[in-house]
């Protein structure tokens, strides 16, 4: 098709991705052309921003590495991560749901914990976390075997990964539900932490006036065949970014109950005050258990 006017551009491009022959791929081409060039005609997107923007893609490219994805960063940085978690559960986004963000910062491999153990693995100073936890389906019934994988940042606020102080895998553990679908572990207390600013995603912030924070939270990824994979994240409400979460993933379903104690352990009192409890129940939908790629190495 030769092109007349601009919005020959529009209809020869939808006429090439509606020759796509799987469904699925041809819907999303369609669509995304369409949206995709309503954009530029509602902003009038000109040639410099243009340029500008495809600079900004190559570079977001090249940010990419074994401990750091920008790509990640950003959409969850835009909404579009927590958009598509909440559109993809709880009954299509109509009901809670324990599904949250991978994040950035899950690997594969972390080391199995006997329930009840500490995924400490190197000297970590902080307030003492125990954490105890239930997995159940859509009916509360308790989820037995389940594989639990659990990743927090530190006290200062980084993963393992980025710091150098740390022991390799600290702070993270995988688990085995029992028979009432129970499993539990101790750590340390974590904080909120601001994402990495140094990339595209820290400059959109500050020309937005936008903090980089994330408010503290527990990270869990847990399989078992029969049920969906379930990515979740849960949230401290005393964190002062609970209401501002720079990557919007806190939901009403998310926010935990993580209790201060004052009062010295009853089985552990050489731990010293304060240390904090965490009880959560996590609930799986039914579907196919198929781990997601990690972000990181």
């Known amino acids: ?167 390799e895998m600290n702070l993270r553990g995988k688990f085995t539900t029992d028979a009432e679908g129970r499993f539990a572990f101790r750590s340390v207390m974590m904080i909120g932490y601001p994402i990495p600013t140094d990339g595209v995603v820290g400059r959109l912030l500050r020309a937005q006036g936008r903090h980089p924070y994330r408010p503290a939270h527990l990270h869990a990824l847990i399989l078992k065949p029969g049920f969906k994979v379930l990515v979740s994240q849960v949230y401290d409400p005393n964190d002062p970014h609970i209401d501002s979460d720079v990557q919007f993933g806190v939901t009403s379903a998310l926010v935990g109950a993580f209790v201060r104690h004052d009062e010295l352990h009853p089985e552990d009192p050489g731990i010293g005050t304060p240390w904090y409890s965490l009880d959560y129940t996590y609930r799986m939908e039914p579907g196919e258990a198929v781990l997601p790629r990690p972000p990181i190495k």
């Open 1 to 167: 098709m030769v092109i007349k006017n601009q919005q020959d551009v529009t209809e020869a491009v939808i006429a090439v991705m509606e020759r796509t022959h799987e469904p699925r791929l041809r819907a999303i081409m369609v669509s995304l052309v369409k949206h995709l060039h309503g954009f530029v005609r509602e902003t009038r997107l000109t040639e410099a921003e243009f340029r500008d923007a495809a600079a900004i893609l190559n570079e977001m490219g090249k940010l990419a590495s074994d401990t750091h994805n920008e790509t990640v960063l950003m959409a969850g940085s835009l909404g579009v991560s927590s958009l598509v978690c909440l559109l993809n559960n709880g009954d299509g986004g109509n009901t809670e749901t324990s599904q949250s963000l991978l994040g950035p910062f899950w690997r594969l491999n972390s080391p199995h914990v006997e329930n009840g153990g500490s995924i400490l693995r190197s000297e970590t100073p902080g307030d003492a976390l125990f954490v105890t936890a239930r997995v159940v389906d859509q009916k509360g019934r308790p989820i037995a075997g389940a594989e639990v994988d659990v990743w927090h940042a530190s006290p200062v606020g980084l993963y393992e990964n980025q710091d150098p102080e740390q022991a």
